[in-house]
């Protein structure tokens, strides 16, 4: 299955706070996707291989300092810079579960303070996901789990704002999976969602951008 020329692959996106198990997911997911037969691969943002990547990574470890518009705009970029390899992936049949995405730029960003607007604006024309799953965790439970890796943001009152972020942005369309459960109903829950969805875009729903 997958990789048919007629048929293109879903853009899914998992979203949520630090250590809500987003990244386990993700990648558990990708495995049940393969072992059923599909085509898919496994993304995440930021994505520190490339040169942006790489300056995103120094200053989330706290080695080097940027201005928040900045750092902003170098997030945002990062997914630009893969979007043209997202979009033949997809159209060449293959599903990609992608772990953090546009929303994650915007609710940290604003998180300190910046215009939700003003956010969301250098992510216009990126591709829209067919899917956005978030898996809800309460920040103090989120902090509690095995604590935090030390990085710029893993604070619990930051992850409150930002949490409070991810409710601003959420629309209606998005899938929510309380993140508290277990690891394999969560699991369960995810790939059924995300069967529904490649199923549909299978079927021939079109590609579409950013905010839609
Ligand atoms: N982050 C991630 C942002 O602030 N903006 C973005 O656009 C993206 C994609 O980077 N705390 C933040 C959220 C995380 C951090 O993510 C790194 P991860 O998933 O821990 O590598």
Same mark, same amino acid.
């Given at each position: 299955?997958?990789?048919?020329?007629?048929?293109?692959?879903?853009?899914?996106?998992?979203?949520?706070?630090?250590?809500?198990?987003?990244?386990?997911?993700?990648?558990?997911?990708?495995?049940?996707?393969?072992?059923?037969?599909?085509?898919?691969?496994?993304?995440?943002?930021?994505?520190?291989t490339t040169s942006v990547g790489k300056i995103i990574?120094?200053?989330?470890?706290?080695?080097?300092?940027?201005?928040?518009?900045?750092?902003?705009?170098?997030?945002?970029?990062?997914?630009?810079? %893969?979007?043209?390899?997202?979009?033949?992936? @997809?159209? +060449?049949? &293959?599903?990609?579960?992608? $772990?953090?995405? *546009?929303?994650?730029?915007?609710?940290?960003?604003?998180?300190?303070?910046?215009?939700?607007?003003?956010?969301?604006?250098?992510?216009i024309g990126l591709l829209a996901p067919d899917l956005?799953?978030?898996?809800?965790?309460?920040?103090?439970?989120?902090?509690?789990?095995?604590?935090?890796?030390?990085?710029?943001?893993?604070?619990?009152?930051?992850?409150? %704002?930002?949490?409070?972020?991810?409710?601003? @942005?959420? +629309?209606? &369309?998005?899938?929510?999976? $309380?993140?508290? *459960?277990?690891?394999?109903?969560?699991?369960?829950?995810?790939?059924?969602?995300?069967?529904?969805?490649?199923?549909?875009?299978?079927?021939?729903?079109?590609?579409?951008?950013?905010?839609?």
């Amino acid at each position: 299955r997958g990789g048919k020329e007629d048929s293109r692959g879903a853009l899914v996106v998992l979203e949520g706070l630090d250590r809500c198990g987003k990244t386990t997911q993700s990648a558990r997911l990708v495995t049940n996707l393969e072992r059923l037969g599909y085509s898919a691969e496994l993304w995440r943002f930021p994505d520190r291989t490339t040169s942006v990547g790489k300056i995103i990574s120094s200053y989330l470890s706290n080695e080097s300092q940027l201005d928040d518009h900045t750092i902003h705009l170098l997030f945002s970029a990062n997914r630009w810079e %893969k979007r043209s390899l997202m979009e033949s992936k @997809l159209k +060449s049949g &293959t599903t990609l579960v992608v $772990d953090r995405y *546009s929303y994650s730029g915007v609710a940290f960003s604003s998180a300190k303070g910046l215009d939700i607007e003003w956010c969301k604006a250098p992510e216009i024309g990126l591709l829209a996901p067919d899917l956005v799953v978030y898996l809800d965790i309460p920040p103090e439970k989120a902090a509690e789990r095995g604590g935090y890796g030390g990085e710029r943001y893993e604070q619990l009152e930051f992850q409150k %704002k930002v949490g409070h972020n991810y409710q601003v @942005l959420c +629309s209606p &369309t998005w899938k929510i999976i $309380d993140a508290c *459960s277990s690891m394999e109903d969560v699991e369960e829950q995810l790939q059924e969602m995300v069967l529904d969805c490649v199923k549909t875009c299978r079927e021939g729903k079109p590609l579409s951008c950013l905010w839609s």
